[in-house]
């Protein structure tokens, strides 16, 4: 765990779940597991509210217990998890792709509190959805039941680990801390319970406030009433938007290098084995060509010797995206994952280059990753770039370590005017470089996006307040001319100045997005790479 991953954590911690937890997961990332009150201790931070704390990243999933071995429970935060906190607007935006309104409201239900039963989440997002809906209409709950079920099985969502059944039994013995067991078994499979009734609307402040929190409650007995699924919690794959994140940046290479047909042809592949492919599989499961061509969407209609010739031309393309495994059935194929994640983060290295140091240095750097180790001499000739530019260039990138110099002395005194210096690039530590600048670079955007909203905070709360009171006349039925001088209250110098911190917000938000999807990348090369295949 580095400075730039810690201070990143920070930032995204104070951003989401305010500073106490911040203090309390920032601690925790920088010094490892920790007791209780140790992390009060460290912290300065009262007992209580630590427990707080810890129980909102337990529930979130950003850390865990355990008890070690002198019987204390300590407590450890996942740097990575949190670190999927910037991820997590994509999440929610693949989900309203896939399965629409409904699977969005699901999926962001989830992110926002950690773990949730089935039947908690179905009310909720039939509840919002029913709110957006015209009066006298409203979302059943199957419908949205359906779309759940949906997510799950596509392995999008799944289980909570459980209490073990040995630690739930009558007399045994009481341990410090409960024992977690993941669901293997049932990790995707859905609790009989009847979804049966429609979403409610919320009714507004006014008819509310004067009515006791028992009287709520009789004239809503779900809020009280346990659930049929009661104990089982659901939440967000991560790995498997990740899976789906992964197949759509291949998907669009293939696209961009060979045609549209082909791309298909690929997606059809990681289709079918979508949820049979582990998350650090080196391949997809083998296909045969049979299999493809009945698997093919309908608007498709391309015939089976075609499919066979695009299949061979995937295979024998250098990218390597695609290779085959067999001969039975037509031929078996696979999607080679490793292959495709170490060329599509060449490419995003390649990038950088090219946009930090220019067109020739990406050259020099493109040549390098293809023929491996190459001397000075040798840069110059097959880059076609003069000795002097060259030698500044290579300088240049050796000093930002994206290119290292490897010394094969003829002798075993070292003597210079007997050493080959050869330049290559080593494209793991090279990643591994480019990630923890990606990662400060999200930082600062986080801070400059801070520094503008705290920069304009009086003009930001004037805004509020007018649109409240725009929207508050706008329900008892005020005049145009009402609502006309309202609105003029902020002048047109402070218009400009609302529109302009608009357009800044989300330009460094895009930015964020955009570093987010080359961090990605290059998370899933080193990923893949160090995993055992």
């Not at 989401?16 to 997961?25: A, C, K, P």
């Not at 001969?327 to 983060?345: E, P, Q, R, T, Y």
Request: contains cysteine; glycine residues 4%; charged residues 25%.
């Amino acid at each position: 765990m580095t400075l730039e991953e810690s201070n990143l954590c920070s930032l995204l911690l104070r951003e989401h779940f305010g500073e106490v937890v911040d203090r309390v997961g920032t601690h925790l990332i920088r010094t490892g597991a920790q007791p209780l009150r140790m992390i009060a201790h460290d912290t300065g931070t009262p007992l209580d509210l630590v427990k707080k704390a810890l129980c909102v990243l337990i529930q979130h999933s950003l850390a865990w217990f355990r008890v070690s071995r002198r019987g204390q429970v300590e407590y450890e935060a996942d740097c990575t998890r949190v670190l999927r906190l910037q991820r997590y607007p994509r999440y929610i935006y693949t989900a309203k792709t896939l399965y629409g309104d409904t699977g969005e409201l699901a999926v962001e239900e989830l992110l926002q509190h950690g773990k949730m039963s089935m039947s908690r989440v179905v009310r909720r997002v039939a509840d919002r959805l029913t709110d957006s809906m015209e009066e006298g209409k409203s979302m059943e709950h199957s419908e949205v039941a359906n779309t759940f079920t949906k997510l799950v099985e596509t392995h999008f969502l799944q289980r909570c680990p459980l209490v073990s059944e040995a630690e739930k039994s009558e007399g045994a013995r009481p341990q410090p801390a409960p024992t977690l067991q993941e669901p293997t078994n049932d990790m995707y499979t859905l609790p009989e319970v009847n979804l049966a009734g429609r979403g409610k609307r919320r009714r507004s402040v006014d008819d509310t406030e004067g009515e006791s929190k028992s009287k709520r409650s009789r004239l809503d007995p779900q809020d009280t009433e346990p659930a049929l699924d009661d104990g089982i919690y659901w939440q967000v794959n991560l790995e498997r938007f990740h899976q789906h994140f992964r197949d759509q940046a291949i998907i669009a290479a293939v696209a961009s290098k060979l045609d549209q047909t082909s791309s298909e042809i690929v997606r059809t592949m990681l289709r079918m084995s979508e949820v049979t492919t582990t998350p650090g599989a080196a391949h997809t499961q083998p296909l045969s060509s049979n299999e493809i061509f009945r698997a093919l969407p309908a608007g498709y209609s391309i015939s089976k010797p075609v499919l066979d010739q695009y299949l061979s031309l995937l295979a024998d393309d250098p990218m390597e995206f695609v290779g085959k495994s067999g001969d039975s059935g037509g031929g078996m194929f696979v999607i080679n994952l490793h292959k495709a994640l170490a060329c599509l983060a060449k490419a995003a290295l390649e990038s950088v280059v090219q946009e930090r140091f220019g067109s020739r240095s990406a050259r020099i750097f493109r040549l390098l990753l293809r023929k491996r180790h190459l001397e000075q001499k040798q840069v110059e000739d097959f880059a076609m770039i003069p000795a002097k530019e060259a030698k500044d260039m290579l300088y240049t990138m050796l000093s930002e370590n994206l290119v290292s110099l490897q010394e094969i002395p003829k002798t075993p005194d070292h003597a210079p005017s007997r050493t080959f210096y050869l330049y290559t690039v080593n494209p793991l530590p090279t990643a591994r470089l480019l990630l923890q600048r990606c990662y400060k670079t999200v930082a600062n955007l986080i801070k400059r996006r801070h520094y503008e909203t705290k920069e304009n905070k009086r003009l930001l709360d004037k805004s509020q307040r007018i649109e409240a009171i725009i929207a508050s006349m706008q329900v008892t039925g005020a005049e145009e001319t009402q609502l006309a001088e309202i609105e003029e209250m902020i002048t047109a110098p402070e218009r400009q100045q609302l529109q302009k911190l608009k357009q800044d917000v989300n330009k460094l938000d895009s930015s964020e997005n955009q570093v987010d999807e080359t961090i990605f990348l290059l998370e899933s090369y080193i990923s893949s790479t160090l995993s055992p295949h």
